[in-house]
């Protein structure tokens, strides 16, 4: 993919707060500084942390209340500055724990649906080399209700990282499939990490998988970090 993507590529900074309140519940505040290198930093805590809510905030989805968020120095949101680029211009890639591809699409047109703006020698170069990453070469034709929910994962990668984002955030991606698929997959993520220069935010609540990507581990509980 773009050598020059991988020059850009620097930390991300993350300064934010973001209140949230619901009936019934006392008052939840999200209080998070963090600067996360290059490779992967992993999310750990318990549920109702602020885990999710933290890469809400960083893919654009939710709006702090006050804070930065900057890749290197192209600045994401900034509320002193006012500053708050929409989700589809921060260059984040952003895996959730279900596949979400377009039932309607085969595999190569899911994956394709991320660049549309390339010309085609550079978009059939792209879906070559991700399909490969991934192992998903012979899935291409394809359409979801047709593969498996470990496949639909592997899709949802390739199409995720398709187009050269600048940071990547995964909420649990791996929940629910068994532990050789896991292994595998973390495998291919371990793979298309050491080619790129890119944050990588990964959340889980299992240590094995923790232990397995091999990063900075942050946990996270109440909203603030409490070991990193």
């Known amino acids: 993919?773009?050598?020059?993507?991988?020059?850009?590529?620097?930390?991300?900074?993350?300064?934010?707060?973001?209140?949230?309140?619901?009936?019934?519940h006392a008052p939840f505040v999200l209080d998070v500084s963090l600067d996360i290198p290059?490779?992967?930093?992993?999310?750990?805590?318990?549920?109702g942390a602020g885990k999710s809510t933290l890469l809400d905030c960083v893919a654009g989805l939710t709006k702090p209340d006050g804070g930065r968020i900057a890749i290197a120095d192209?600045?994401?949101?900034d509320?002193?500055?006012?500053?708050?680029?929409?989700?589809?211009?921060?260059?984040?890639?952003y895996v959730f724990q279900s596949a979400s591809l377009f039932p309607h699409l085969n595999v190569e047109e899911n994956i394709l649906y991320g660049i549309p703006h390339l010309v085609p020698a550079e978009r059939n170069r792209r879906i070559d080399e991700i399909l490969a990453a991934f192992r998903v070469e012979a899935l291409r034709k394809r359409r979801p209700a047709e593969i498996s929910g470990g496949e639909a994962q592997r899709v949802e990668l390739a199409r995720s990282l398709v187009g050269d984002p600048r940071a990547l955030l995964l909420d649990e991606p791996l929940t629910g499939l068994d532990d050789e698929l896991r292994a595998q997959i973390i495998e291919d993520l371990q793979a298309w990490r050491a080619a790129r220069n890119i944050p990588i935010v990964y959340v889980t609540h299992s240590m094995s998988e923790a232990r397995a990507l091999d990063g900075k581990i942050v946990t996270l509980r109440n909203g603030v970090v409490v070991e990193s």
């Not at 290059?38 to 549920?47: A, E, K, V, W």
């Not at 192209?74 to 949101?77: C, G």
């Open 1 to 24: 993919m773009d050598a020059v993507d991988h020059e850009l590529a620097r930390d991300l900074s993350v300064s934010v707060r973001k209140a949230r309140r619901s009936p019934g």
């Open 38 to 47: 290059p490779g992967f930093t992993i999310l750990c805590g318990p549920s």
């Open 79 to 93: 509320s002193s500055a006012g500053v708050n680029l929409p989700a589809y211009e921060r260059a984040v890639a």
């Open 74 to 77: 192209r600045t994401l949101f």
